[in-house]
């Protein structure tokens, strides 16, 4: 069906119209396809999906995702989310979820705890500053005279 140019729309809408106002997608995993969706173990799950949220839920092969059609945002929103919840389910919930696994300790905490510490000025002193300085001393290098 050919959407009317906006300057000949008259204000009326079809059926469709009314009842589609909001459209979602929901990438399906690999390997997945219609067949499964439709017949396999998760597709009463998907129509008790479809019934609680009252939308639309239909099978896209092209995109290999299933295109939800509902009347709020919030609606569609929903069934997203269960959707989701089945193709894609989170299996371990880490306890500390800001934890980094690639270091030892808490945040901010040094690799190495056992390393001597720079001085606190920020400058490391270098170990020929006390030749340097005694050796401008007896020449007279930087002095004012």
């Known amino acids: ?3 009317a140019a906006p300057s000949n729309f008259s204000g009326d809408r079809t059926w469709e119209q009314n ?15 219609e067949q499964r969706l ?3 173990p998760d597709a009463e799950a998907i129509g008790k999906i479809a019934l609680e949220t009252y939308t639309d839920i239909a099978f896209i092969r092209e995109k290999n995702a299933i295109q939800i059609s509902g009347e709020t945002h919030d609606d569609v929103y929903k069934a997203q989310n269960q959707l ?9 919930k880490s306890k500390r979820q800001w934890a980094r696994p690639d270091r ?3 945040w901010g905490q040094r690799r190495d705890t ?4 720079p001085p606190p000025g920020g400058l490391r002193k270098m170990k020929s500053e006390s ?3 005694s050796s401008q001393s007896s020449y007279g290098y930087g002095q004012w005279r």
């Open 104 to 106: 030892p300790g808490v």
């Open 19 to 33: 009842t589609v106002d909001v459209t979602g997608f929901v990438y399906c995993p690999p390997g997945w396809d």
């Open 38 to 40: 439709r017949a396999g």
């Open 84 to 92: 989701n919840l089945i193709f894609f389910p989170v299996i371990v």
């Open 1 to 3: 069906m050919a959407a």
């Open 131 to 133: 030749a340097l300085q």
């Open 114 to 117: 056992n390393a001597p510490r």
